[in-house]
């Protein structure tokens, strides 16, 4: 009996408009007769959907976690936003209900990092492991695409339990991205690709996250042998092919802190004070790389 009498309510009421804005700047305007099904006076749930969906996009803003500069020191991250969607709809529905609202500025929701400051000076000390790869830094291109890539996992936070993806977290590699056409193994072959050169960050932390113990989920050798690696000890990545994962497997935050520079990657790994790594045996790799790095992958 409620839906019916308020389906009549809904049908019978005057045409009238909704004026929404955000920090007083108008962003919006909603119709009531969009929202309600002709002759039947139910509400079309999903354009009401649909106009949360547009709000949202316009207002919200991605919260930035706090980060290590090259020195360690601390930068707090920031707080971002988003729409209140529960408290949107039910003052959107009192507008579609009633003749009471003509106006309103959009609920908005804080959305907290995931990692804060104090997160990262509990993990930023107790250093667990830590892995060296070189490359020629006279290959503009290819030293290119390992700087960005090292700067895309730099930083990263992977809670416990919780699965790292390489490809993820890095992204397509492009050229709006700023990654530059190197050479890379397909097959067993060399061929320009755009981003050739990434392998070496994927194997670099690899093998770091292997001498720490934590679990690799997933890992894929190159066709034929890499240089800046010992052999069998490579991480081959591709957008559309491979990935390298793994999984934390303590019970701590683990932090990646990766930087390539002068022809030398670093990635090491940090947790708590608390964590006790369950540490392997990895070789080190050769620092005298052979004049075919120039075009490896």
């Known amino acids: ?18 004026d929404i804005s955000y920090k007083d700047e108008p962003i919006t305007e ?6 309600i099904v ?32 090259e020195k360690g020191n601390i930068i707090p991250g920031k707080s971002g936003q988003m729409l209140d969607q529960s408290l949107f709809k039910e003052q959107f529905y009192r507008f579609l209900y009633t003749k009471q609202l003509s106006s309103m500025e959009v609920p908005i929701r804080t959305i907290y990092p995931r990692v804060d400051g104090e997160l990262l000076d509990s993990i930023r000390d107790n250093q667990i492991s830590e892995y060296v790869t070189y490359y020629n830094s006279g290959n503009k291109e290819r030293s290119k695409n390992v700087s960005l890539s090292a ?9 416990p339990n ?8 890095v992204g397509k590699r492009t050229k709006e991205k700023g990654y530059l056409p ?34 690799v989920t997933e890992r894929y050798s190159h066709s034929k042998s890499v240089p800046y690696v010992p052999p069998k000890r490579d991480a081959t990545v591709s957008w559309y092919g491979p990935d ?18 002068n022809g030398v990657v670093t990635i090491s790994i940090f947790s708590s004070n608390n964590v006790k790594p369950l540490k392997r045996e990895v070789p080190e790799a050769i620092e005298d790389l052979p004049r075919e790095i120039e075009v490896g992958e």
């Open 38 to 69: 002709p002759f039947v006076g139910l509400i079309e749930s999903r354009k009401v959907e649909e106009l949360i969906s547009s709000i949202n996009n316009k207002v919200t803003i991605e919260p930035i976690n706090a980060e290590l500069d």
């Open 151 to 159: 700067k895309a996992i730099n930083n990263v936070v992977v809670f």
């Open 1 to 18: 009996m409620y839906s019916v009498i308020m389906s009549i309510f809904i049908a019978t009421s005057s045409t009238s408009h909704l």
């Open 30 to 35: 909603a119709v009531k007769e969009d929202y």
């Open 182 to 215: 190197a050479p890379v193994i397909v097959k067993g072959e060399l061929v320009e690709d755009i981003g050739g050169g990434i392998c070496q960050v994927s194997s670099t932390l690899y093998n770091a996250i292997d001498r720490a113990g934590l679990k």
């Open 244 to 261: 390298f994962s793994f999984q934390n497997n303590y019970q701590q935050p683990i932090l990646i802190r990766a930087k390539a520079k």
């Open 162 to 169: 919780e699965t790292f993806s390489f490809n993820r977290i």
